[in-house]
């Protein structure tokens, strides 16, 4: 009985611990690409952008990340990262442009550039998050081109889908964010109360969020296993010392 009991509660760890490793295996598929995870999508709204760096030149690490602004945007506030120095790139406009506060500008920030202190092992991944506000356009999606500059070689993840065309059929998609209705007066006060922490990037279509909802539940059921299997030896032990009786 005991062999028997031991053969099935290794056969449940095995499925729970299996189960595990698919779902760190999609994980790592979903965190192919550079992504753009907003905290913040509504029109007019001030935004956290979060851009996972993945590895881009197979086993080279990561030295330079360049995130080119869309032509929607004049400016963005990067956030400090103790593993990269960071830039703003400025271009000159064709003609002054008034901005919706009245403001009138002849310049704007193009791109944000950040510079790996020391290259970026292609098995880590890392974080790099901008602030921005968000144009009144919703509906619209905002691209943000991005070249991923490693030891040798880079990826240029620049490619727009056409018309009709699904993104995750491009090989290498830029990051993007679609804008969504301006929030009325009480979803305002109530996304204050949200945190704007941000972890790494997942993917636009919340793949990585259902991979670790996954692992979890196979660690739990790794843990139910073995509780189970203890359970069943502390019930026989406590029998056999009442036969002894």
């Not at 099935?8 to 790592?28: E, F, P």
């Not at 442009?97 to 790996?116: C, E, F, P, W």
């Not at 996304?191 to 660690?219: C, F, H, K, P, Y």
């Amino acid at each position: 009985m005991k062999k028997s009991a031991l053969r099935r509660t290794l056969s449940s760890t095995a499925a729970a611990g299996g189960t595990a490793a698919l779902m760190m295996a999609g994980l790592a598929g979903a965190s192919a690409h550079v992504s753009a995870d907003p905290n913040k999508t509504a029109a007019n709204s001030y935004a956290l952008l979060t851009f996972g760096i993945p590895h881009g030149c197979d086993t080279f690490g990561t030295t330079k990340v360049a995130i080119s602004l869309p032509e929607e945007l004049t400016d963005a506030q990067p956030t400090v990262n103790p593993n990269w120095t960071v830039e703003k790139v400025t271009e000159t406009l064709p003609g002054p442009k008034k901005l919706a506060d009245g403001t009138t500008i002849t310049k704007r920030t193009s791109q944000i550039v950040y510079t790996a202190k020391a290259p970026l092992d292609p098995h880590l991944r890392d974080a790099l998050v901008l602030s921005v506000k968000l144009p009144d356009a919703a509906g619209k999606t905002l691209y943000f081109p991005t070249l991923q500059t490693c030891e040798q070689g880079q990826t240029d993840w620049s490619e727009i889908p056409k018309e009709g065309q699904d993104e995750h059929d491009l090989k290498a998609p830029a990051p993007s964010v679609t804008i969504t209705p301006a929030e009325a007066e009480g979803d305002h006060h109530a996304a204050n109360a949200v945190s704007t922490e941000q972890a790494s990037s997942v993917t636009d279509d919340g793949s990585q969020a259902r991979s670790w909802a996954g692992l979890i539940a196979g660690i739990a059921g790794l843990g139910l296993g073995g509780a189970a299997f203890f359970r069943g030896r502390s019930a026989k032990t406590a029998a056999a010392k009442v036969d002894a009786k």
